[in-house]
């Protein structure tokens, strides 16, 4: 059996008894360590599961899968992913090649970002498309992401953006040399990914992003308990001028609140508020809440 | 500390680890019976935590809370709920209650149909909002959900369609004589669920969705690997047409296809597709997918 396991959000205590058994199970398990991160090292998963985990890059799992699913058919291969399998990023690849080397596969799933964000008190039903906001350089701005948001937003929906990670990146100096030595993992920030929103709609003007009545919200290393998680809810602007250290370690994503908002959302999401009474006026006077005073 | 503690989408083995260690460490355990329902039941929890579990009803965990959350700010007290604690019914309002209450709350998070669906093969970036599927009854036909899937199918986006269950439903003779006598659960089929879609088009008549042109795919038991889990796509005519125990036990959820659908996303479906060849042929023609021949 090809087992392909969802690891949830946090730590090793996020796997299910059933993810837990299928590894302990297993001859060979790999980790895949692209898509998005957990929060503690290899080392710790390990020592937990009492197994070596073969670290799986991007490369590995879209090219070699077939020396992953090498076997699966007599014995049972784990393939651990961050979050659930069907994700941010699917394993429908790997799924397919399996079922046409007529080896059995289960999926076991987890909690992931696309549902965990829930924590942040809007109705997951609200929620419309789900966007990527990549780096900015000088010279590739790529703008696709805003007219989902606009998209979601004429629509008065809510819409999760999530934010570019950018792990075993190499110099374009080590790159042309060919030597493979890795940058240092970059998380995109809140301000970052607010200024990038701005930006865009500076450039696209269609009135879908306001700084100052656009609320959002934005969160890191959900379902990490208090001593992780962070929620913090404000305007763009609001959330642009905190210092950084207020929303917490990377990953980060954010909300932008669409205008179907509830007054229950609005209540639920006041406790992690810059400033509450701007929250609540904004709510009221731009999404037009109907709030007690 | 106060836990709401998702339990996943299928058995006692879908706790998380971290669920586990909360439910042992609890002086009382919650188990709430009505936004959705386990595959298994109550006793086969209680035998696996070794832990007796309270059923809480809907009016429990509404208007009882403070019961619930009696002396949680001195010991572990849990809350079990299926799927995710931010799933279709959030749990927003206790939390708040516990907050007013000045008593520590953390949410253990699991997989729910919400994440889960990307099991269907459908990329979750590409679902709008998620609209819910009342039993119509002669005088009684709401129909907000179809408006909400014509807003998701203009733009091209997967709709997420839940069906409803009747849990704890009086006959309208218990109910007038005050007797506690419930009605049999019941959960609707997907045939019912595409009768009414149907019979809403046709009331409606935008083009939203066409009998033999709108492709879908049923699943139930999501999760719950090869004996439990089905998975079967279609044209709404071909699944309204298949016996209704193709489509497994219940819960059944219905994901209507829109029309930004990837090749791929198209490949992954032929495999559960009452007609291979119809399937493709209506991805191709109506749905514009480029196939290899």
Same mark, same amino acid.
Request: aromatic share 8%; glycine share 6%; hydrophobic share 40%.
């Given at each position: 059996?090809?087992?392909?396991?969802?690891?949830?959000?946090?730590?090793?205590?996020?796997?299910?008894?059933?993810?837990?058994?299928?590894?302990?199970?297993?001859?060979?398990?790999?980790?895949?360590?692209?898509?998005?991160?957990?929060?503690?090292?290899?080392?710790?998963?390990?020592?937990?599961?009492?197994?070596?985990?073969?670290?799986?890059?991007?490369?590995?799992?879209?090219?070699?899968?077939?020396?992953?699913?090498?076997?699966?058919?007599?014995?049972?291969?784990?393939?651990?992913?961050?979050?659930?399998?069907?994700?941010?990023?699917?394993?429908?690849?790997?799924?397919?090649?399996?079922?046409?080397?007529?080896?059995?596969?289960?999926?076991?799933?987890?909690?992931?970002?696309?549902?965990?964000?829930?924590?942040?008190?809007?109705?997951?039903?609200?929620?419309?498309?789900?966007?990527?906001?990549?780096?900015? &350089?000088? /010279?590739?701005? $790529? =703008? !696709?992401?805003?007219?989902?948001?606009?998209?979601?937003?004429?629509? #008065?929906?809510?819409?999760?953006?999530?934010?570019?990670?950018?792990?075993?990146?190499?110099?374009?100096?080590?790159?042309?040399?060919?030597?493979?030595?890795?940058?240092?993992?970059?998380?995109?920030?809140?301000?970052?990914?607010?200024?990038?929103?701005?930006?865009?709609?500076?450039?696209?003007? &269609?009135? /879908?992003?306001? $700084? =100052? !009545?656009?609320?959002?919200?934005?969160?890191?290393?959900?379902?990490? #308990?208090?001593?992780?998680?962070?929620?913090?809810?404000?305007?763009?602007?609001?959330?642009?001028?905190?210092?950084?250290?207020?929303?917490?370690?990377?990953?980060?994503?954010?909300?932008?609140?669409?205008?179907?908002?509830?007054?229950?959302?609005?209540?639920?999401?006041?406790?992690?508020?810059?400033?509450?009474?701007?929250?609540?006026?904004?709510?009221?006077?731009?999404?037009?809440?109907?709030?007690?005073?």
């Amino acid at each position: 059996m090809f087992y392909i396991i969802g690891l949830g959000l946090c730590d090793e205590k996020d796997v299910t008894l059933r993810g837990l058994e299928a590894i302990k199970n297993s001859t060979r398990v790999y980790l895949e360590a692209y898509t998005s991160i957990l929060m503690i090292q290899k080392e710790r998963l390990e020592t937990f599961y009492e197994k070596p985990l073969i670290l799986a890059d991007r490369d590995m799992v879209e090219t070699q899968s077939d020396d992953i699913l090498r076997d699966a058919d007599k014995e049972d291969v784990s393939l651990l992913v961050v979050g659930d399998p069907f994700g941010a990023t699917t394993h429908t690849d790997i799924i397919l090649r399996a079922r046409n080397l007529g080896i059995p596969t289960r999926v076991i799933h987890n909690a992931s970002i696309m549902n965990a964000i829930g924590a942040c008190g809007l109705q997951l039903y609200n929620f419309g498309q789900t966007v990527s906001l990549v780096f900015f &350089t000088e /010279t590739w701005k $790529p =703008d !696709s992401f805003y007219d989902k948001i606009k998209e979601n937003t004429d629509l #008065g929906m809510h819409t999760l953006v999530l934010l570019d990670i950018k792990v075993k990146e190499q110099s374009e100096e080590n790159l042309a040399r060919g030597r493979k030595i890795y940058e240092p993992p970059r998380y995109m920030s809140i301000p970052l990914a607010i200024s990038q929103l701005i930006e865009t709609e500076q450039s696209k003007q &269609t009135g /879908t992003l306001s $700084p =100052d !009545s656009t609320l959002a919200i934005a969160l890191s290393r959900v379902g990490g #308990g208090d001593t992780q998680q962070r929620i913090v809810s404000g305007t763009l602007t609001e959330l642009s001028k905190q210092p950084p250290d207020i929303f917490g370690e990377p990953l980060h994503s954010l909300v932008i609140v669409g205008k179907r908002l509830h007054h229950l959302e609005v209540d639920y999401a006041l406790d992690f508020a810059v400033n509450k009474e701007n929250w609540r006026k904004v709510a009221k006077e731009v999404y037009g809440c109907i709030l007690d005073d």
